[in-house]
Every structure is written in structure tokens, then in C-alpha cells.
């Protein structure tokens, strides 16, 4: 086997094994990609959400330029690669009669040379990886095989780091719920102090002034809190009086 394969295959291997940022991750797999395959100048990861295709981190910033171009069209190797779930490429992106818009817009730019991987789970195509060259005819069939070779252990480490980024999102709405709750559950201790209501009528109240004042029930809990502690704090200050009606 190639060294350089060798090399990124054990790399992406290791990937998942530290706790490294969502993001670090996905550059760290398209730079094995440019690694991995001859001829290979810059590679970006291009991932299904809500079933679209984005560039969600590239190895070089002409990558990110080039993909932008696709989606801006809606024509391209990236996306026929996702749609029909098999490899694409070309060696003269200016003359390529497939991408007629896509193709002169991006060889104008200095790019010649695209090879788009899907990156296949046995049910479905998590996304695409693209690789790109300055030169024209840069992938020949080793670059192909080796690109496809590479792109299958790719494919599960991307599946892999998207359930990842959606367990640390989940993670972080949860948190977020919880201390909205919190805040609420304050909030509605100053009304029923301020007031003397009980809890279901300290409710009532902070759902009307949150509809009144056009704000989430959070936000205002929130302000209604923090005014509480202002309050609290200036009567607690020598020499001041707090006058404000409960």
C-alpha cells in the first residue's frame, strides 16, 4: 500500500480518540485526504444537513472559494457525486460539458482538476469529500482508486463526528432548558413575593407581561430576576432607599 495512505489511514484512525473539536476533526480528515491522494492540492468535506449539501470545512481557503461556486449554481462534481452516490472527475474543469456553468466559472479561477468522493454507509451518503488540483490532469486512476480506498474509512469517521456535533448540541439545549427553568422558577418567586400570589397565578402573570412586552418567558424571567437583585443590592447600600412600589 502507498506510504501516504498508509500514513492517513492510520491517521484517521486515531481521530475520534481524543475529545478534539467538532470542527478540528473534519479539517483534520480533508488534510489526511491531500495527503493521502497523488496530485492532491486541497480537499473539502461536504455534509448532508436537513438533506443539503454544504461545505462544512476545507483545507485551503481556494477549496472553500470553488465549492461556493457550487452551490451558488446548483451544478457541480461535489453535487453529483451526493445525488448519484458515485465518484466524480475531470481534468479540464474549463471545457467540462457536464458543469457548463460550473466548469469555465472555476478553471477562470486556476482550477483545472476535481475529484469528488461520496462518502458511503451502507444505507445511505453522508456527504462528499472534493479534491482539487491547480493543474490540469492532475488524478489518474491511482488518484481514483486511492481517493475511493481512502473515502470508505472517511465516510465512517464523518458519520461518526456528526452524531458527535449533534450529542454536544443536544447536550447544550438541554443545559439551556434547564437553566431557562431555573430562571423561571425565580422569576415566579418574585412575582408571588411581590404580590402574593400562588404559583399557578404567578404564572399567569409572567406569561401576560411576556405576551405584552413581546419577550420570551425566559428573557423576561431573566430581567425580572436581575431587577430583583438590583433592588436587593440598593437596599442593602449604606445611606440608600429603595422607594420602588413592590
Known amino acids: 500500500m502507498d506510504d501516504d495512505l498508509a500514513a492517513s489511514l492510520a491517521g484517521l484512525s486515531g481521530l475520534l480518540a481524543g475529545l478534539r473539536p467538532v470542527r478540528e476533526t473534519l479539517i483534520n480528515i480533508a488534510e489526511f485526504a491531500v495527503q493521502a491522494i497523488p496530485g492532491a492540492e486541497g480537499a473539502g468535506l461536504t455534509m448532508l444537513e436537513d438533506n443539503r449539501a454544504q461545505t462544512v470545512v476545507a483545507s485551503a481557503e481556494f477549496v472553500q472559494a470553488v465549492d461556493n461556486v457550487q452551490y451558488r449554481l446548483g451544478e457541480g462534481p461535489c453535487l ?3 445525488q448519484s452516490g458515485r465518484t466524480q472527475w475531470s481534468g479540464s474543469l474549463g471545457g467540462e460539458t457536464r458543469w457548463p456553468r460550473f466548469g469555465p466559472r472555476v478553471g477562470r479561477m486556476g482550477v483545472h482538476s476535481v475529484l469528488s468522493l461520496p462518502l458511503l454507509l451502507p444505507a445511505r451518503v453522508v456527504g462528499a469529500m472534493n479534491v482539487y488540483a491547480h493543474a490540469k490532469d492532475a488524478f489518474g486512476p491511482k488518484a481514483i482508486r486511492i481517493g475511493e480506498l481512502f473515502a470508505q474509512p472517511a465516510a465512517v469517521s464523518v458519520h461518526n463526528t456528526q452524531v458527535l456535533a ?7 439545549q438541554l443545559q439551556e432548558a434547564l437553566t431557562s427553568r431555573a430562571v423561571i422558577d425565580q422569576a415566579l418567586g418574585v412575582i408571588m413575593s411581590r ?4 404559583p399557578e397565578e404567578a404564572f399567569e402573570r409572567l406569561r401576560a407581561m411576556s405576551q405584552s412586552q413581546h419577550l420570551k418567558v425566559a428573557q423576561l424571567s431573566r430581567m425580572l430576576v436581575d431587577e430583583a437583585v438590583r433592588r436587593a443590592r440598593a437596599r442593602k447600600a449604606p445611606g440608600v432607599q429603595d422607594n420602588t412600589a413592590p
Do not use: E, I, N, P
Open 195 to 198: 404580590t402574593g400570589s400562588d
Open 80 to 82: 453529483l457525486a451526493v
Open 166 to 172: 449533534q450529542s454536544q448540541r443536544l447536550a447544550a
